[in-house]
């Protein structure tokens, strides 16, 4: 027989995996010597049994929870269903992770007909027994039989109004009773038996709902946004019930509690024992602890303790505090928060209060963090006159095209019905550390009447909506919000988190602002420069449009001079905002019809200035268009078919490089990067264009600068093939938004829309284009990384997906044994404290 229940005093505070935080602390507390009411845990393994079992406890269990039972029976001295002194008991939920009020919680367990009246007996006070009964009732029949509250709250609202009560409070022992009655009757005519009678039969289907409660919506939910996997389960705690420990209508703001400083003039003996207790358990955690007690006829219990939530702001505050008083080290006060939670430091939040009368009309992807108020624009023009004229805009579009550069920088927020976590609105938006919304399947967008509909209202062009990115909620109206704030603690915990970390970390920044932010937030480095989001300003589209669209080599060299001042302008601002860092810059990447006109005016103007006809132009924008662009003629395949393109880039990296070096007195040693190689042959072949063009450059300048040329890992074949492509690769950087993509073979641009129903159906637990697929991709990053290492020892080896801002993802970067992670601007303090917690617990 496995072992499922444990009684209080069998566990600690590390079984928390078996005994959830609860249990666990529970434990630990009445090993302490607390005043703890007697108890036991039934352990999350038997969660899993229970859904293994197709939702019922097994024999095994069951007994084991009897035997449990008979033995808190006999400590206490009562007995279930007894009708003298009655053994009651609450149930309560509680998984390895905190998610207060996400589970289902059963208390004053074990009243029945007889047992009240014993239990009114007991305590001399039959109005409190009665209304204890009618509670029970009722939330058993919420929670445990799913009936709705209403049934219950009408009856006893008709009771009131029968005795011209105001206040439940003025409802006697008797109208309780009638209350009873009327209670019971419901439930027969609604569950078609009478109320169990039986405090087993009641303990079992309790413990199976909190069991159930795990799979509720609110916890999945729940889960998803802090990444708490379904399979962990919850465990139940089964406790001595204690009169008055109705924390329920505490949690679910039912009731407004007093200060803790009015039971000192209330109960000085117990606020006195209250306050030595407190003390003592903060010491033992050695953290701000978040406690739940009841007192009973003067005796004062604890009922619970855990590590209390807290904003980021409070957890770098006490965290600092507890290395301060000497609590802990500062490698515990790294551990201490939450690389994610960082996001609320950096970005704008919305005022709390405000926000309390925010009316929430729609959902979506979490795209870019920051709260963002403004008017609704419809189109990158409109948006940037808004804001020119004054205005805080909000950027809605059915999809972000590169054309909305303009736009999406001019408004606070930008909203999308398309496009997933890195689809370019949001990569381009967390770049700029702009809010953004994406991929909401419910937004109906009327760009050419400039109006919205959501949720069931009609959103026009300038009317004001507000929008969560950290939470990807849309609120109507304006909601206030307010400025990040970098106290100094932020900054000593940086710099713990430096001195703990291996990985290093780098920024994707495409413009020297990007950049100079980027080293603000601590950045060492670029990790990825897309140089395509350079051509996306209004000025420089209709030169690319012209390399395009030319017809023969002469021509498009011809169109890729003009476009290399701008590229070598580009790079010398971002080498000197890097102040010498290392810098990737990866060539050309995206299918070229991204930048091919669609609007008649636009088409004309190129037409002019290449003159040619529009319907010429026309013709050749026709010529390329794919079926499947983004995997199509793109990456490398654009410089195997056009190498003057990538003579143009090797041409502008080199020349700047070497301009900034004499400039500002740096080293820069460039790093070129080609996106998209899946065999050894296609690298080389690019290779040659580049390094021919370099030795040009260089011999031309007469300088002797070193540069590195190294490919992206972001095809599947690439990390199969990865000890051949070592050979020709003096670093790799694994670009997990492909990879994911390919790997997967699903668009990054349009998973978003199926996802939803892989989560509903547990297939999926998150977005695997957020939190790195550790199974699946992982393997061919591993793999990759080792297959490169053999052939090259001192091949470096780093990532610039997405997936190098997120903290689990980084964990397994570490793992993995990887140089660096790169992550856009805003994301690099999470990455460094990220990088500096896998490095402390791989020491552990
Ligand atoms: C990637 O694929 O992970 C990557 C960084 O490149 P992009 O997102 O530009 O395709
Ligand atoms: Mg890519």
């Known amino acids: 027989m496995s072992k499922r229940v444990y009684k209080f005093s069998e566990g600690n505070a590390d079984m928390r995996n078996l005994l959830g935080g609860k249990g666990a602390n529970l434990a630990e507390m009445t090993n302490i010597g607390l005043p703890i009411p007697n108890g036991f845990t039934i352990s999350t393994e038997a969660c899993t049994d229970y859904y293994n079992d197709g939702r019922t406890i097994n024999e095994d269990t069951q007994k084991q929870i009897f035997e449990a039972l008979a033995w808190l029976e006999g400590v206490q001295g009562k007995k279930f269903g007894d009708t003298e002194n009655p053994l009651l008991v609450s149930v309560r939920s509680g998984a390895r992770a905190s998610m207060p009020g996400m589970m289902d919680t059963i208390l004053n367990l074990g009243l029945n007909d007889v047992s009240v009246k014993g239990f009114a007996q007991k305590t001399g ?29 009408s009856i006893l609202e008709g009771v009131k109004k029968e005795h011209g009560y105001t206040f439940d409070t003025e409802l006697t022992a008797e109208d309780l009773q009638d209350v009873i009655a009327q209670y019971k009757a419901i439930y027969k005519e609604k569950m078609g038996e009478e109320f169990p009678q039986d405090p087993k039969v009641q303990l079992m289907e309790a413990i199976k709902a909190v069991f159930r409660s795990w799979d509720n919506p609110r916890a999945n939910y729940y889960r998803m946004m802090n990444d708490i996997p379904y399979s962990w389960g919850t465990a139940v705690n089964v406790g001595e019930y204690l009169i008055n420990a109705q924390g329920e209508d505490v949690v679910a703001g039912i009731r407004t509690p007093s200060k803790i400083t009015q039971l000192e003039k209330d109960l000085p003996e117990c606020y006195k024992q209250f306050v030595s207790i407190a003390d003592t358990l903060e010491k033992h955690y050695r953290d701000m602890q978040d406690m739940e007690f009841t007192i009973e006829e003067g005796k004062l219990f604890f009922l619970q303790t855990r590590n209390g939530k807290r904003t980021a702001h409070a957890a770098i505050q006490i965290a600092c505090d507890l290395v301060d008083e000497g609590m802990i080290t500062p490698e515990e006060a790294v551990c201490r928060i939450e690389a994610k939670s960082l996001d609320q430091l950096l970005h704008p939040v919305f005022d709390a209060d405000a926000l309390k009368n925010g009316q929430q009309i729609g959902e979506a992807l979490p795209a870019s963090p920051g709260a963002a108020a403004g008017r609704v624009y419809f189109n990158a023009d409109d948006a940037v006159a808004a804001h020119t004229a004054g205005s805080r805009v909000i950027l809605v579009r059915q999809e972000t095209s590169p054309e ?47 109006y919205i509909e959501l949720g069931g209202h009609k959103i026009n062009e300038g009317d004001y909506i507000s929008l969560d990115g950290s939470t990807g909620k849309i609120y109507l109206g304006d909601i206030k919000t307010v ?51 350079m051509f996306f300003n209004p000025e420089r589209i209709p030169k690319i449009r012209k390399m395009i669209l030319s017809d023969t080599t002469e021509e498009r060299e011809a169109a890729l001079n003009e476009l290399i001042p701008f590229q070598k302008g580009d790079f010398k601002g971002i080498y000197k905002a890097m102040e010498g860092r290392p ?219 997405e997936h190098g801002g997120d903290p689990a993802s980084i964990e397994f970067c570490h793992k993995v044994g990887l140089d660096y992670v790169s992550c856009s601007p805003f994301r690099v303090p999470i990455a460094r404290l990220a990088a500096a917690q896998a490095a402390i617990a791989d020491k552990h």
């Open 125 to 153: 006070n039959p109005r409190f027994a009665y209304d204890s009964y009618r509670r029970f009732i009722q939330m058993f029949s919420d929670v445990v039989m799913e009936m709705s509250k209403t049934f219950f709250d």
């Open 583 to 801: 810098v990737t810059i990866r060539f050309l990447d995206p299918p070229l019809h991204e930048f091919v006109p669609t609007e008649d005016a636009e088409i004309e103007e190129l037409a002019k200035d290449m003159g040619l006809s529009a319907a010429e132009v026309k013709a050749r924008c026709d010529a390329l268009h794919e079926f499947n662009p983004m995997m199509g003629h793109r990456g490398c395949r654009l410089a195997v078919t056009f190498p003057e393109i990538a003579r143009m880039q090797t041409r502008a990296v080199m020349e700047a490089a070497i301009e900034v070096n004499k400039e500002e007195g740096y080293s820069i040693v460039p790093e070129i990067m080609i996106p998209l190689v899946g065999d050894k042959k296609e690298l080389a072949f690019v290779k040659k264009t580049v390094v021919e063009t370099a030795e040009k450059v260089k011999a031309e300048m007469n300088s002797d600068i070193q540069y590195k040329v190294g490919t992206m890992i972001e095809i599947p074949r690439a990390a199969l093939m990865a000890d051949e492509i070592a050979e020709e690769a003096e670093f790799f950087s694994f670009g997990t938004n492909d990879l994911t993509q390919m790997t997967f073979g699903f668009s990054r641009d349009d998973a978003g829309k199926f996802l939803q129903d892989y989560y509903a159906s547990k297939i999926y637990e998150s977005d695997p284009f957020a939190h790195l697929d550790q199974n699946g991709v992982g393997q061919l990053i591993a793999m990759a990384a080792e297959k490169g290492r053999k052939v090259r020892p001192d091949i470096h080896l780093g990532i610039c997906g």
């Open 404 to 450: 909305d550069i303009e736009g999406m920088h001019a408004a606070e927020g930008v909203l999308t019905m398309r496009g997933g976590m890195t689809s370019h609105a949001a990569v381009v938006a967390r770049g700029m550390g702009t809010c953004c919304v994406s991929g909401c399947g419910d937004l109906k967008v009327f760009e050419d009447e400039k």
């Open 483 to 533: 400025e990040a704030s970098i106290s100094g603690n932020f900054q000593r915990i940086m710099a713990w988190a430096d001195a703990a970390r291996k990985l290093k970390v780098r920024t994707n920044a495409d413009t020297p602002e990007d950049a100079a932010n980027a080293v603000r937030m601590g950045a060492e480095g670029i990790g990825l420069t897309r140089t395509e989001h």
